[in-house]
């Protein structure tokens, strides 16, 4: 629903926008991301040169001390639920039709192309970067996958996608019930435990998610530093 303030002082107008208050953070957001992408490019190159590190090793072992087939359910389906890109994928349609239907265009067009966008570039990092994943002769494997393992595609499109979909929350239900504010906390869990739950099922080492959080962190924030860009420039 459309926002309308009486403005006796004449007050811009795009003060009462909902996302008005976020734009004041512009340059906050556009110097986090390019840090968060500066430290990024270093730790692709150390990976490049390691495939495998004693740090990253004793921190899989410490993750995978405590077995139990609870964890070992629980992180499959935090893995699943949290960062499938195909799933995440089919939830997309519908998230970005539904913003297109309520007249939020702009906001469609974000979420689809900063997640397809994010996609598109891990492919082409895990190709540079050309790091195996953890073998089975090192760690305990839950579940096998192939491709490379640098940078974790999961805990990417899990920021992408629930970081996207929790910062459109925060900026369009000010205002709201405390109820529906509430259903904000539900993606945090997801972003959280997305890394550690990988690092668990042996699908990836530390250094893999920590580059994924790096990258996955710098660009949500190019992406909403430009998407309140352009709600300022009346897009």
Not at 204 to 220: N, R
Request: aromatic letters at 14%.
């Amino acid at each position: 629903m459309a926002h309308f303030c009486t403005n006796p002082c004449r007050i811009p107008l795009s003060s009462c926008k909902p996302w008005y208050r976020w734009a004041t953070f512009l340059g906050f957001l556009f110097l986090f991301s390019i840090c968060q992408l500066a430290l990024f490019v270093p730790l692709a190159r150390w990976a490049h040169k390691h495939p495998v590190d004693s740090i990253d090793l004793a921190i899989t072992h410490a993750f995978q001390k405590k077995h139990s087939p609870f964890l070992v359910r629980l992180a499959l389906v935090i893995n699943f639920i949290g960062g499938s890109p195909r799933l995440l994928l089919v939830l997309l349609i519908p998230l970005a039709l539904f913003f297109w239907k309520v007249h939020l265009r702009l906001e469609a067009v974000r979420v689809t192309v900063t997640y397809m966008a994010s996609e598109l570039i891990v492919l082409l990092v895990k190709h540079f970067v050309n790091r195996p994943r953890p073998s089975p002769h090192l760690v305990h494997i839950y579940h096998p996958r192939s491709g490379k393992s640098f940078p974790s595609g999961n805990v990417v499109a899990s920021m992408t996608f629930w970081g996207t979909l929790l910062i459109q929350g925060m900026i369009h239900l000010r205002g709201k019930p405390v109820w529906q504010k509430a259903l904000l906390a539900l993606p945090v869990p997801f972003i959280v435990l997305i890394g550690p739950a990988r690092i668990y099922l042996g699908d990836h080492w530390a250094s893999d998610v920590l580059g994924s959080y790096l990258f996955g962190s710098g660009w949500f924030g190019l992406s909403l530093a430009l998407y309140l860009r352009l709600k300022k420039e009346g897009v």
